[in-house]
């Protein structure tokens, strides 16, 4: 069973930054790694993703503000978080999809970002 463990969060005032880690336990290669959020009364939204070659895709709200990056060989993940608002505050979750899988969740970090 894959086991993927999120690091990092935490209180930040506005402005500031953050940096999440996720361990994966086994190899990431061939998986897009993405980091999901979800606010208190929101559905969980996708935040950033990068794929197996690195290509990377950003949501609208975080775009030039976050970016993601991987280490394959060391199977983490990383979302760095800079001008960090009030409504980044959300639990922040670590996911690795595949077409042939149902894929794999971590359990999750807070991240509150306060003025």
């Known amino acids: 069973q894959v086991q993927l463990v999120e690091s990092g969060g935490g209180s930040v005032q506005v402005g500031g930054s953050l940096s999440l880690s996720c361990q994966v336990s086994?190899?990431?290669?061939?998986?897009?790694l993405n980091w999901y959020r979800q606010a208190p009364g929101n559905q969980r939204e996708l935040v950033a993703s990068?794929?197996?070659?690195?290509?990377?895709q950003y949501a609208g709200a975080v775009k030039g503000r976050f970016t993601v990056s991987r280490d394959n060989v060391k199977g983490t993940g990383f979302l760095q978080m800079s001008s960090l608002k009030a409504e980044d505050t959300a639990v922040y979750y670590c996911?690795?999809?595949?077409?042939?899988?149902?894929?794999?969740w971590g359990q999750g970090t807070q991240v509150t970002v306060g003025s």
């Open positions: 086994g190899t990431i290669f061939g998986w897009t």
């Open positions: 990068i794929d197996t070659n690195s290509g990377t």
């Open positions: 996911n690795l999809a595949r077409r042939d899988s149902r894929g794999y």
